[in-house]
Nanobody
Framework: QVQLLESGGGLVQAGGSLRLSCAAS????????????LAWFRQAPGKEREFVAA???????KYADSVKGRFTISRDSAENTVYLQMDSLKPEDSAAYYC???????????????WGKGTLVTVSS
């Protein structure tokens, strides 16, 4: 069974921080947690889902330009959890944040095989 469960969303003032967590159950007959690309996407009301950050299974990290220098993605293999540390938050960061996992080294939404249900982040001005 493969599934992702996000937590950590909430209401924060602009300039504040939040850390999102995504608990992963990703073990299959051929892959384990460390052999998945893990990513975060977000979707604001009325907007398309957009890429935020990815931790490729090769070890490469990738960030959207809009969050570079403010957000940090990391994974804890012992806990099978991927995190998104969000600092210097802005009102435009408000969105539902989704954790996703894929088996390639691509970070597009269409490359993800498993999605969580999302956690809501609201940044007040």
């Amino acid at each position: 069974q493969v599934q992702l469960l996000e937590s950590g969303g909430g209401l924060v003032q602009a300039g504040g921080s939040l850390r999102l967590s995504c608990a992963a159950s990703l073990q299959t007959s051929t892959r384990t947690f460390n052999h998945f690309t893990l990513a975060w996407f977000r979707q604001a009301p009325g907007k398309e889902r957009e890429f935020v950050a990815a931790d490729m299974w090769t070890g490469r990290l990738k960030y959207a330009d809009s969050v570079k220098g403010r957000f940090t993605i990391s994974r804890d293999s012992a806990e099978n959890t991927v995190y998104l540390q969000m600092d210097s938050l802005k009102p435009e960061d408000s969105a539902a944040y989704y954790c996703a996992a894929g088996t390639t080294t691509s970070s597009g939404a269409s490359d993800m095989n498993v999605w969580g249900k999302g956690t809501l982040v609201t940044v007040s001005s």
